[in-house]
């Protein structure tokens, strides 16, 4: 087994029994020598071998004891502070469990309490957005509403109108169907084109004047009745009334007014 022995210089060396009985027995031959010297020296009788070898015996038992009961003493404080150290290691990790798992609840109980009021918040504004919607709703059925009545209201009108002029029209035609025909308007004029004409050279400049001159020149009968239809457009009496002292003339007979020719707006 190991031992422990004390140094000169104080403290203790962990050593084997071998070297431990070793050096028991040079401190006993020096212990003994230095006796002897000093029995020398006051001339005191020597100790027998015997004795001095029990002496020697005696304190390598003495240091084997000292020596279990010193290895026994360490074991039990290396025992008691290693339960020591792993109950506080156990405690330490308790409390760290303890710790993490309330910092989780209460990061749970936080987001929780967040998600809950951000739900709130988001409820709230959805009612709200909800009203507004209803309302811009409702303001826009009014106004489309009011529209169709207004538009509704302006066509029965118009329709009204339209429907009184075809009776007015057509009871006007019933009574005075001759006087209705009579006033009439004339139908328009239709222009003539004028044709572009080709530019004519010098050789053929006399020919081409001989060829236009009858029909350059309007006709009377034209002019007459280009006359007759402004002066009844203008609501004066024609020509030939002018001439017969601003009396109407004989009525035409209807055979003869057939012709266009005989029409003011021929």
Known sequence: GLHFVTEKGG???RVSARDCRRRVRQRMQYMLEKKQANATDTAQPELPPARAVGIIEETAATNDLRNRHTEIIIKAL???HTKTLNDLKDQHVRQLKASVDASEDRQTKL???LSDEHTKSLNELKKEHSKELEAARDRHTKIVNDLINEHSKHLKAAEDRHLKM???AKSKQQEDPEEESNNRSPPAKRRRKRKCRK???DDQRDSVQRKDTPTSRPQQSSIDNSAKSQASDA???APDTIASGGQPGPAPDPIIS???????WC
């Open 11 to 13: 403290g203790w060396t």
């Open 235 to 237: 609501g004066r009496p």
């Open 111 to 113: 987001v929780k309490a």
């Open 258 to 264: 057939r012709d266009c020719s005989l029409q003011p």
């Open 199 to 201: 530019p004519v050279r």
């Open 78 to 80: 290396s025992d008691q």
């Open 166 to 168: 075809l009776e007015d």
